[in-house]
């Protein structure tokens, strides 16, 4: 089944093409497939694979879906296909109802019919479901800028239900998995591509089409002092942001800067984060890895993020409502988030400052420098 364009706007900013998403909705539907659970209420997983015909190279390609009932079908993940290898995944926002998803690399590295990666859900309930998939744009280089061809088509629909006949046995532990993938193929189109500019005023590396969810933040920061590049006019927002470095924007942010007479062992006296993790260690913010040692060089944790976002907010007199862990339980690996952690998590996601991706919410995960941004512009705006 292939997907052709019927209307067409102009790409100018995340928040048009978005837009032109949710609009999208409103144009007749073509039922390409239909999923088949086992009877029952039981929890049934399968995947979807995703593959793009393109003849001219291209950089990536940023995709949106739609799902009929968020607590009955649930976007767990895209997962990366071999065909993309060495590209990066985009961020899974979620924003007005639609989840997007996709990849990205700085060159045009791809071409022809190729599997581009994997959707991966999950179902319960009895009803009937569906999943909306509609393709967004398509980026390439040219000339050293990134240009992007909006596309505004047709929603393809998978359409996910029950067998009938008697219910077996029902509860998370029965599971299914489902058998074999259907294949959603779009085609290219003869469209015109529409440039974006780079919104970012400060960073190359951070063009709006590529990093919606951050440009304004990183800008923001920027221009307060709290963050700076990691060359002229560089940024790198892929990169993952060290715990030192986490809390030396934390420590700029905040003032936190103060005298002290201990540090963590392993934090060299004359480092450019000596003095931001000596005066948040006297704070009672950083507590370390155990040991006396903070471990500065290693990538911070998503949930490591949070536990010392929540303690600095807490002493400079602006904490978040305590909330109930059962908060968590709206995101697929809630499980996995450490016992330290899961106060402080909880907080963040009820208050708004943590989001997710609308299906996870990776405490485990690195946190990367664009990442890093968002939360704390997010903590320094709040009321």
């Known amino acids: 089944m292939y997907i052709s364009s019927t209307k067409r706007s102009k790409a100018i900013a995340w928040f048009a093409v978005m837009l032109v998403l949710i609009a999208s909705l ?3 539907a073509f039922a390409a497939t239909e999923i088949k659970a086992p009877a029952g209420t039981q929890i049934y997983t399968f995947s979807i694979d995703l593959e793009v015909s393109e003849s001219i190279p291209y950089a990536g390609i940023q995709f949106g879906l739609t799902l009929s009932d968020e607590s009955a079908l649930t976007f ?6 071999d065909a993309v290898a060495g590209s990066s995944a985009y961020p899974f926002v979620y924003s007005h109802g639609v989840h997007a998803f996709g990849f990205w690399t700085g060159v045009n590295g791809f071409q022809g019919s190729q599997k581009v990666g ?7 309930g009895t009803s009937a479901q569906t999943i909306t998939i509609i393709e967004m744009m398509v980026i390439r280089i040219d000339g050293n800028k990134p240009v992007a061809s909006n596309k505004a088509s047709p929603v393809y629909v998978i359409e996910v239900s029950r067998e009938s006949g008697s219910a077996g046995p029902t509860g998370p532990g029965q599971g299914g998995q489902g058998s074999g993938n259907p294949t959603i193929v779009i085609e290219e189109e003869d469209a015109p591509l529409a440039e974006f500019e780079s919104k970012s005023k400060y960073f190359d590396d951070v063009p709006e089409e590529k990093w919606p969810w951050a ?3 990183i800008d923001f920061l920027f221009e307060a002092g709290v963050i700076n590049g990691t060359a002229t006019r560089i940024y790198s927002p892929a990169a993952n942001i060290k715990r030192g470095d986490f809390m030396l924007m934390l420590a700029r942010a905040y003032d936190l800067f103060e005298e002290f007479s201990d540090n963590f062992s392993d934090v060299p006296k004359g480092s450019y984060y000596y003095d931001a993790i000596g005066a948040a260690k006297k704070l009672g913010i950083a507590k370390g890895t155990g040991d006396n040692k903070f471990a500065p060089d290693t990538p911070i944790t998503r949930q490591d993020m949070m536990v010392l976002v929540h303690r600095t907010l807490e002493v400079v007199g602006k904490p978040v409502p305590a909330a109930p862990q059962s908060v968590l339980t709206s995101f697929a ?3 996995i988030v450490s016992d330290y952690a899961r ?3 909880a907080a963040l996601v009820q208050s708004g400052i943590i989001k997710g991706d609308g299906a996870g919410i990776n405490p485990l ?4 420098r664009a990442e890093m941004a968002v939360v704390v512009y997010r903590i320094l705006v709040m009321d």
């Open 343 to 345: 106060e402080a998590v």
């Open 333 to 335: 690996d809630y499980a």
């Open 365 to 368: 995960g690195k946190t990367t």
């Open 118 to 124: 994997t959707l991966n859900f999950t179902y319960s």
């Open 215 to 217: 440009v304004d933040e």
């Open 76 to 81: 767990v993940s895209f997962t990366q296909g």
């Open 26 to 28: 409103a144009v007749p």
